[in-house]
């Protein structure tokens, strides 16, 4: 089971600036770049600001992709 980030996709709908962005999460726009292509796991309490500012829930930045079992 792997989770796969939706995380561009939301941004881009947002029509928020990516500096903008990370500037509220207080992270480099860099950290940002890898959390939108999978390269890292966002930590939790971040996720729930980004969430907040995306309009979304956390549960929406990621989804599962493969086999759960």
């Known amino acids: 089971m792997k989770l796969k ?38 930590p939790m309490e971040k996720a729930y600001i980004l969430a907040r500012l995306l309009g979304v829930r956390v549960d929406d930045l990621y989804e599962y992709e493969g086999d759960e079992s």
């Open 5 to 42: 980030p939706n995380i561009e996709k939301l941004i881009k709908e947002s029509g928020l600036r990516k500096d903008f962005i990370s500037t509220k999460i207080g992270i480099s726009t860099r950290m940002l770049r890898k959390y939108e292509k999978g390269e890292s796991i966002m």
